[in-house]
């Protein structure tokens, strides 16, 4: 338990540094160039983005973003479970996912997405693209939880011949299940990051890209600092809350390894 409060403590320690760190260097560059058509002045920033929240455009903008992403994230997660679940029964499928994988993650996001609105229209269009790019995530990051349980364990399973579904709710899912709600705020936070700058690309009406967009049409660099910062803290938000969620609900598998 000491070691774990210790390594926290670490952590958080990085984290504030780094934090730091990065408000140290745009306050030195804003100071240095002193032009707020080059970079953003930071008390502008700030009192743009405080002003921001009592926007209701902003939070209408905020609501839509974020409806997009989770949309793309439970689709990908659907088709990725399927996926991963018919890999470990079936290889042959397996192998045939691995090529399939790897050209998703190798693709273009900026130019699929050109590709994308011609067939798409703006509004859909980022929730295609995030989807192509969170699919393979899921899917790797599944597919390895599932390669990750005991041998032994599915050994029995076998000998006492159990059926597939009682193998997947009561082997699988229990391992799987800690790290796959923790890697599920790191994947909102990403496809949150994917959506907006697809929308920026698209010129979404009614979207966190779409008014960054906006900002940029009127030169409001200070806007698009605001906006950028909200949808950063909005991100770190998500991943604090889905660790802190993880954490609550496998508290005592955490309690074991400390033991």
């Known amino acids: 338990m000491k070691r774990l409060l210790t390594y926290s403590k670490f952590n958080i320690l990085y984290s504030l540094s780094a934090i730091i760190l990065m408000w140290t260097v745009w306050i030195v560059a804003a100071a240095t160039v002193k032009n707020e058509f080059l970079v953003a002045p930071v008390g502008a920033s700030l009192k743009e983005f405080f002003l921001l929240f009592s926007k209701g455009f902003f939070w209408s903008a905020v609501a839509h973003t974020f409806a997009r992403t989770l949309v793309a994230f439970l689709i990908s997660l659907i088709l990725a479970s399927g996926c991963a679940c018919l890999a470990a029964v079936f290889k042959p499928f397996a192998a045939f996912m691995r090529p399939v994988t790897a050209f998703f993650r190798t693709l273009p996001t900026m130019a ?126 998500t991943e604090a809350f889905f660790r802190l969620l993880a954490d609550k609900l496998f508290k005592w598998k955490k309690a074991a390894r400390c033991d």
């Open 112 to 237: 699929v997405l050109l590709l994308i609105l011609v067939l798409l229209t703006p509004r859909t269009a980022p929730v295609a693209v995030a989807l192509l790019v969170l699919f393979p995530m899921c899917y790797s990051q599944l597919s390895n939880g599932i390669a990750s349980v005991d041998g032994e364990l599915l050994q029995m399973a076998k000998v006492y011949k159990l059926s597939l579904r009682s193998r997947l709710a009561n082997i699988y899912l229990p391992h799987i299940a800690p790290a796959a709600i923790k890697d599920a705020g790191t994947n909102i936070s990403f496809g949150l990051k994917l959506i907006i700058s697809a929308e920026v690309m698209a010129s979404t009406y009614t979207a966190v890209g779409g008014l960054m967009s906006e900002a940029q049409a009127n030169i409001n660099l200070p806007r698009i600092a605001a906006l950028t910062l909200a949808a950063v803290l909005f991100g770190i938000l």
